[in-house]
């Protein structure tokens, strides 16, 4: 088994790497910069090393900082958690170099999910649907024009090598593709180094729903159910659940199945998610895959008993899969609360949190690695908290979710909590009745 895993990563998912490598006897390491000096992961973790300033170009994303840490403390293995380098193939090229175990799926794998128009392009000859639109990357606005018409406006101009929304733009008709698509190339040039960009048809009133999987890559890949990522705010997501409320055991079947085929076209090693677009007629296209462990993994932890994080350290490792996924069985909510005013248009809200009580109880799961006194720097994400309920079936959740976030005290910064209490009281919401543009209509009340 691995001795010693450094985690390349900060914040709440460093501490629950440390979780899980602790409960089977796999001694950790910690890098952080010195904004971080102060924090949960520098703790608890075996050995700690500073790897710059707060900078994240000069820390978290500085990769020999990173791989001489890992040397000089002996580590065997590194695992990258989400955001920051889990999903740059050249720092698993350069773990293999060093010898280090990349805790995550081999990096021609990572390249080629990562380049969105490879990875179409691969899953339609795997057999999974995908959203009409061209063949991979256009090179031109009139290729980029011809595309479109033949998927038919509106369309999606889509940056090939992007993420979080940037490098996107809806196009409705001809008339307004060629100063959107100039405009998606320039900012996917600046947030990426790659303008290259290409088209996929809008999906009408679309459910944005996740298949998770973990693959050996010896040729076994399992699926763990779906979870509903529909709640989003400019691509980001602030809520998700397991199962969706869209979900029947057919569909899960049929997208579960896809998912799996994909996977084993790259032969797939460790945990990661298929991601579809479902339409309203509940017909699914594949959006792309994260080849990482997410954020919002916690509620499929909830309800399928599974500790995703020891799935990937055994596969990294070497093992093979020999039993199935788990159907979910239950309910789980997440709330991601940043340090944001949502009553400000969810500006960030860093600063030093003065008094901090998480919720308890069962059934209710605080991820976080904040704590009073706690500096909020301004440098990174602004998510300091999930808060993740479990229930037997998703009113209670919802009753058990309200509650819990009655008894979430922060103070000091600004939180993400309002506008959670109000969405869960929605009415379209506890009907499940929304689609990725609920937020666009969704009023947020003055406090008081």
Not at 432 to 445: I, R
């Amino acid at each position: 088994m691995l001795k010693k895993v450094l985690i390349a990563n900060r914040g709440e998912i460093a501490l629950r790497i440390i979780r899980t490598c602790r409960e089977m006897g796999i001694e950790t390491v910690a890098v952080y910069s010195t904004a971080d000096r102060d924090s949960l992961p520098v703790k608890f973790a075996d050995e700690a090393v500073c790897i710059g300033p707060p900078p994240s170009a000069k820390s978290y994303l500085h990769i020999p900082s990173i791989i001489a840490a890992a040397e000089v403390t002996g580590a065997d293995a590194i695992h990258p958690g989400y955001g920051f380098l889990s999903e740059n193939a050249d720092f698993a090229r350069v773990c293999d170099d060093h010898d280090l175990t990349f805790i995550g799926p081999r990096a021609e794998t990572i390249a080629q999910m990562g380049d969105k128009s490879v990875a179409k392009e691969t899953m339609r000859e795997a057999g999974v649907p995908v959203v009409p639109g061209s063949d991979g990357a256009v090179g031109t606005v009139e290729d980029g024009k011809r595309a479109a018409l033949e998927a038919g406006y509106p369309v999606m101009i889509k940056a090939s090598a992007g993420g979080g929304g940037r490098g996107m733009r809806m196009a409705r008709d001809e008339g307004e593709f060629e100063k959107l698509f100039v405009a998606a190339g320039t900012e996917a040039e600046n947030a990426f180094g790659d303008g290259r960009l290409y088209i996929e048809k809008f999906v009408e009133e679309p459910r944005h729903i996740e298949i998770q999987l973990v693959g050996d890559g010896q040729g076994t890949v399992v699926h763990f159910g779906e979870r509903e990522c529909s709640i989003q705010r400019r691509h980001q997501k602030l809520l998700e659940e397991a199962p969706s409320p869209i979900m029947d055991a057919d569909l899960r079947e049929r997208m579960g199945q896809a998912a799996i085929a994909g996977a084993l076209e790259v032969n797939y090693r460790g945990a990661g998610t298929v991601e579809f677009l479902v339409d309203k007629n509940g017909d699914f296209y594949f959006m792309e895959m994260n080849t990482r462990i997410q954020v919002e993994h916690p509620v499929t932890e909830e309800v399928t008993g599974t500790d995703l994080i020891e799935w990937q350290l055994r596969v990294a490792d070497g093992e093979t899969i020999t039993s199935g996924g788990r159907t979910p069985e239950g309910w789980s909510i997440e709330c991601r609360i940043n340090a944001e005013d949502p009553f400000r248009n969810f500006s960030p809200s860093p600063g030093t949190i003065t008094a901090f009580h998480s919720p308890k109880g069962r059934g209710v799961r605080c991820d976080t690695h904040v704590f009073s006194g706690y500096s909020v720097p301004p440098t990174y994400d602004s998510m300091i908290a999930k808060l993740i309920v479990r229930e037997d079936d998703r009113p209670r959740a919802i009753a058990k979710m309200l509650r819990a976030l009655d008894e979430f005290i922060i103070e000091g910064v600004k939180t993400t909590v309002p506008f959670h209490q109000q969405l869960l009281k929605d009415p379209r919401f506890i009907a499940g009745d929304f689609d990725t543009k609920f937020l666009e209509s969704f009023e947020l009340k003055a406090e008081g």
